[in-house]
């Protein structure tokens, strides 16, 4: 799947880059949001549910036939004899004398092809102007409404469709008309009144959305009827499911657990035929250790359903920070390091059973006695320090940087990290998914059985690699690799 985004076409990016964002003391602030007093206000949360008249005739009509109806709707403001709204959201419909909007409503539902479509406006309990509306209409609608509703506001969800920009537009048209909206250019007055005959679509589609969006910025408060929109569609309408599926996706292998079991066997052998003292030798232990316990990681990940899990993030987490840390130690090469890195350990033992050695109830997961053991094994216990802070009194993204690693921190250290710490990100990728009814605006709904995530075995198996460098680099030769 990669291989075939990176062979796409670089497209025009949508989103601000790291660069573009301003740094003010420890957030990224993004160029949108260094605007002050900006406003926020949401198509899909406030203005939409405003335009909703607007959004079921173009989703349900003809294009063409509802953005004549558009200009029809306008031109009627633009000669009436009486003041003309102040907007054409149904707030400001609704704020208009009763016969004032009735007036409008029937001259725009003089079509009956108008009537039926904008019928379902009838289910609606808080509609503003709901009596004129529902006069107008002179209909009742029925609970199958909701899905000509669904239909429309599903195509108008994305504001930057050619529904949603459509009516975006009768926004800023109706501003012009009436005179609230002055444009800079001639050119720009000329692609709005025309629209979509005249300018080049691809710069004046995204000129109305900006428009638009400006239009809100000046509004001063969100919408009322907008909430009570949504609260309906909730209560009203159910949840539904996607019909998903990854079959047919074929993931890498990465590697077998008989390459692993192989390297596994040539990996203590040349840890043997390396060995040169039987006292502590800080570096020749971490290196080969370290390798080892990446091996073991990798063949768990094998397991059946672990590359998939939450779990094989886990794992491929740590793979990540035990490379970094052997690439570090590795770079730096001086003995005190080595043995820093195996005392902090000695230390961190003595500090769990200190701390375990009192509780009356121990957890199950750790021998106490095994944690006394591996804290005075190098050293009598009472000569090992506890260092409370990182054991390198730095921090991996630093270590990463020195070690000349930091591609491998960005690309796999971050977002793993937030399934270990359960972070927001992993806990929403992990256990929701997305209810497809279009009037529950996209939101979270618990699945059953957790997503499938990616799996993590090739990425974990070029990590193991990088490791086995490593060993290479500092007792050569060892030229055994696991990934395929
Ligand atoms: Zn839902």
Redesign the pocket.
């Known amino acids: 799947m990669s291989k075939k985004k990176s062979k796409k076409k670089k497209q025009k990016k949508n989103y601000s880059t790291i660069e573009q964002h301003a740094r003010q003391g420890k957030q990224l602030i993004p160029p949108f949001m260094q605007i002050p007093n900006l406003k926020f206000n949401s198509w899909v949360n406030d203005r939409l549910p405003e335009l909703l008249w607007a959004v079921l005739l173009i989703s349900h009509l003809d294009r063409e036939r509802a953005i004549a109806i558009f200009r029809k709707a306008i031109k009627y403001w633009y000669n009436a004899s009486v003041s003309s709204p102040k907007d054409l959201t149904h707030t400001a419909l609704g704020e208009l004398g009763s016969e004032q909007l009735r007036e409008f409503l029937d001259f725009l539902c003089a079509d009956p092809n108008v009537k039926t479509v904008l019928r379902p406006l009838c289910l609606l309990n808080d509609l503003p102007g709901k009596e004129q509306w529902q006069g107008a209409i002179n209909n009742e609608a029925s609970i199958e409404h909701w899905d000509d509703i669904a239909l429309a506001v599903g195509k108008s969800l994305n504001n930057q469709s050619q529904e949603a920009t459509d009516c975006r537009w009768v926004r800023v048209y109706y501003q012009i008309v009436i005179g609230k909206l002055k444009l800079p250019s001639e050119e720009l007055v000329k692609e709005i009144i025309y629209y979509p005959n005249f300018g080049n679509m691809r710069k004046v589609r995204p000129s109305i959305r900006a428009l638009e969006m400006g239009l809100n910025m000046i509004e001063e408060e969100s919408s009322q009827w907008s909430k009570q929109f949504w609260d309906q569609c909730l209560n009203d309408t159910p949840?539904?499911d996607w019909v998903t599926s990854k079959k047919g996706e074929i993931t890498k292998t990465g590697t077998t657990l008989e390459i692993i079991k192989g390297t596994k066997e040539e990996l203590i052998k040349h840890c043997d035929n390396t060995r040169i003292t039987t006292a502590v030798d800080a570096k020749h232990d971490a290196v080969f250790g370290i390798a080892l316990y990446c091996l073991s990681i990798l063949e768990e990940l094998l397991r059946v359903g672990n590359s998939t899990s939450v779990v094989g993030r886990l794992g491929l987490r740590t793979l990540v920070e035990c490379y970094i840390t052997l690439a570090y130690l590795y770079k730096k090469d001086d003995p005190e390091l080595w043995l820093t890195y195996r005392n902090y350990g000695a230390g961190q033992a003595k500090l769990t059973f200190l701390k375990l050695d009192q509780m009356e109830t121990k957890p199950e997961y750790v021998d106490v006695e095994t944690l006394q053991i591996l804290a005075g094994e190098d050293l009598w216990q009472e000569f090992v320090n506890i260092n409370l802070g990182h054991w390198e009194n730095s921090n991996l993204r630093k270590m990463s940087e020195e070690a000349g690693v930091k591609s491998e921190y960005d690309k796999y250290y971050s977002w793993t990290s937030g399934y270990i710490h359960g972070q927001w990100g992993a806990v929403r990728d992990t256990v929701f998914q997305t209810?497809s009814?279009p009037l529950?605006r996209l939101?979270r709904?618990p699945c059953e059985k957790h997503n499938e995530l990616n799996d993590v075995i090739a990425d974990a198996a070029l990590l193991m690699d990088k490791v086995l460098e490593s060993v290479h680099k500092m007792y050569p030769d060892f030229l055994k690799r696991v990934k395929i």
């Open positions: 949840c539904r209810c009814n529950h939101h709904i």
